[in-house]
C-alpha cells in the first residue's frame, strides 16, 4: 500500500520565518504534488514535480518554492510566511502522469501568527 | 484556465435517500477522478472515467462522465452514515496534462 508521510500533522509559525514541509512517498512514484484546501475553495495546487529536480508551477505558486533532490521526498518552502498562508498543506504522489490516482498524506495544518 | 465547479457544495440527507453531486468544467477533459475525505481525514481516490458517457457503478455509488467529457455526477443511492464526508471531482485538461484541477468539493451529511 502506498505510504505518503508529511512530517508534521500541525505547525506554528510566526510571520517571516522561513517554513519547510516535508513529504516522502515510498512507492517509487514519479510524480509529486503539493496543494493547499481552504474551506470553500477546495485543493488548489500550488506546484508539482514529475522528476528529480523538476519543478512546474501550479495554480498558486506565489510566495512558494518547491525541492526535489531525491525522487521519494518533495519539500514546500515558505520563503516568508505570512497570514494567508494559514491553511492545510497536503502533499500526494502518483505514479504517470495525467492519469494515475493521487495518493495523499495525512496533511500538515499550518498557521502562521 | 481549466476551472472545474461542483455543485451543491453542501448536502443534508437523510438516512436512506438518494443524491446527486455534479461536476461541471470550462474545458474539455482527458479523464475525471472522484475523491471522498472523510471529516479529519484526507482525500481517498474512489473511481477514474476516461471514455464519453461512461459509467461506472461501486456498489451504491454510481459514477457518470458526460457525453462532451465536460462534465461528470456522483450519484448515492440509500445513504448511510459511511457516507458522511466532502466528495471533490478532479480533472485533467487535455491541454494541462499533469496538472489536475480539484472542483471545491460537495459536502455532505447524514441524518440518521
Known amino acids: 500500500d502506498v505510504k505518503v508521510t508529511q512530517s508534521s500533522r500541525y505547525l506554528v509559525k510566526r510571520t517571516g520565518e522561513k517554513v519547510f514541509l516535508e513529504c516522502v512517498q515510498d512507492?517509487?512514484?514519479?510524480?509529486m504534488f503539493w496543494y493547499r484546501q481552504d474551506p470553500g475553495l477546495g485543493l488548489r495546487l500550488i506546484y508539482f514535480s514529475y522528476d528529480v529536480k523538476m519543478k512546474e508551477k501550479g495554480d498558486i505558486p506565489e510566495g512558494y518554492s518547491v525541492s526535489r533532490e531525491k525522487k521519494e521526498r518533495f519539500s514546500l518552502i515558505l520563503e516568508s510566511a505570512s497570514t494567508n498562508q494559514t491553511s492545510m498543506y497536503l502533499c500526494a504522489s502518483s505514479l504517470w502522469r495525467g492519469t494515475s490516482p493521487l495518493h495523499f498524506g495525512n496533511g500538515t495544518r499550518l498557521t502562521v501568527t | 484556465g481549466q476551472q472545474v465547479m461542483q455543485i451543491p457544495q453542501y448536502q443534508h440527507v437523510q438516512e436512506g435517500e438518494d443524491f446527486t453531486t455534479y461536476c461541471n468544467s470550462s474545458t474539455t477533459l482527458s479523464n475525471i477522478q472522484w475523491y471522498k475525505q472523510r471529516p479529519g481525514g484526507h482525500p481517498v481516490f474512489l473511481i477514474q472515467?476516461?471514455?464519453?458517457?461512461e459509467v461506472k457503478k461501486q456498489k451504491r455509488l454510481t459514477f457518470q462522465f458526460g457525453e462532451a467529457k465536460k462534465n461528470s455526477s456522483l450519484h448515492i443511492t440509500a445513504t448511510q452514515t459511511t457516507d458522511v464526508g466532502t466528495y471533490f471531482c478532479?480533472?485533467?485538461?487535455?491541454?494541462?496534462?499533469?496538472?489536475?484541477?480539484f472542483g471545491a468539493g460537495t459536502q455532505v451529511v447524514v441524518t440518521p
Open positions: 512507492m517509487d512514484h514519479e510524480n
Open positions: 472515467l476516461v471514455k464519453s458517457g
Open positions: 478532479a480533472g485533467f485538461g487535455t491541454d494541462s496534462w499533469g496538472k489536475l484541477q
